[in-house]
Each structure stands twice: as structure tokens, then as C-alpha cells.
């Protein structure tokens, strides 16, 4: 019985140790001081540097490293075990792993939210970024002399969508002269 408690106790003060993960860097990241997209930069993190994992929220990574620590995307972190975003799969931490998905003993899931309906009954219009996107569109003579400039690519004809507000008239196209949704042809 004493040996029992011996072995939980001695068990249990190597936990710490165990809970200590470790991985590096799969590319340059800069790193957060929150786990959001656009929370302030803290700093950037080369590709392959060392990270101490020290927390998991979400699809971010709180990680400290040389020269910075802050929250990282779990993806640009690959653990020491080779599992990306991974617990590990030996030692003390596999005792623990039961429960969890796919071989690694680590189910990863990430997700991208959407809006709700009061976010689109509340949208308006930016026309900063409706001028913004005009100016991707592409010339038909620009896409001609691009698709000239390249050899593997084949002439294919693509009609333009119709809008909602400008329904198509006479047929259309590429070159029928129908302007496109975004204002260029």
C-alpha cells in the first residue's frame, strides 16, 4: 500500500514536468498580445524557433520563445512530438491522451464563424472597398495580352453574371458588351 502512494505521489510531482510542452515554429509568425487576428502585433517569431507552449485557446496558441511571447496560430506551431498542434503521444502525457481522436491522440478542430442575422440586417455599404475591389478588374485586352504571354493557357470563352440590378441584354460574354458586375470589361 505504501508503494502504491509512493508511486501516485512521485507521479503527480512529475506532472509539471510532463505538462511542459515544446515545438517550433513552421514559418514566421508574428506573434499577438491576444488571440485574435487583429489584436496588436507583439512581436514576430522566426520560422523554426523554439516555443514553450504555455496555453491553447480556440485555434491560437499562447507561446513563449526568444524574443517574443504572446499568442500564435496553432497551425504555424508544429510540437516537438510532430503532430501539429499535438499533445505528444509518449511519456507521461500519453497516460493522459485516452479519450482523444487520430493517431497522434489529439483531435484538432478549427472553425471560422459567420455572421448572424442581426449582423446582416445591420450591413451597409462601404464604397471605400467596392472602389477598392474595381480596381482588380482586368481590361479584356489585358487579359488577352496576359493569356498571349503564357503558353500552356488556352483561349475559353466565360460570359459574364448577370447583377440583379442590370439583368443581361442581348446575350453577353466575354466581349459582347456587357459590362461586368464590377464595372470594368
Known amino acids: ?47 523554426r524557433a523554439k516555443v514553450q507552449i504555455v496555453k491553447r485557446q480556440g485555434a491560437w496558441m499562447q507561446v513563449k520563445g526568444d524574443g517574443a511571447a504572446g499568442w500564435v496560430r496553432m497551425l504555424a506551431v508544429r510540437t516537438e512530438s510532430g503532430s501539429a498542434g499535438g499533445a505528444g503521444s509518449s511519456g507521461l502525457a500519453s497516460i493522459f491522451s485516452f479519450g482523444r481522436g487520430g493517431s497522434s491522440g489529439t483531435a484538432v478542430a478549427t472553425g471560422v464563424r459567420g455572421l448572424d442575422k442581426e449582423q446582416i440586417r445591420n450591413a451597409t455599404p462601404n464604397p471605400n472597398e467596392l472602389a477598392r475591389m474595381k480596381g482588380y478588374a482586368a481590361s479584356r485586352a489585358d487579359a488577352e495580352r496576359f493569356g498571349a504571354s503564357a503558353p500552356r493557357l488556352a483561349s475559353q470563352r466565360v460570359d459574364y453574371v448577370a447583377s440583379a ?20 470589361n
Open 165 to 184: 440590378s442590370a439583368p443581361a441584354a442581348g446575350g453577353g460574354g466575354a466581349g459582347g458588351g456587357q459590362a461586368s458586375p464590377l464595372g470594368g
Open 1 to 47: 500500500m505504501r508503494l502504491a502512494a509512493a508511486v501516485a505521489v512521485l507521479a503527480l510531482a512529475a506532472l509539471p514536468a510532463a505538462a511542459q510542452e515544446f515545438g517550433f515554429m513552421v514559418r514566421q509568425t508574428e506573434v499577438k498580445a491576444e488571440p485574435f487576428a487583429d489584436a496588436a502585433a507583439a512581436g514576430t517569431l522566426p520560422e
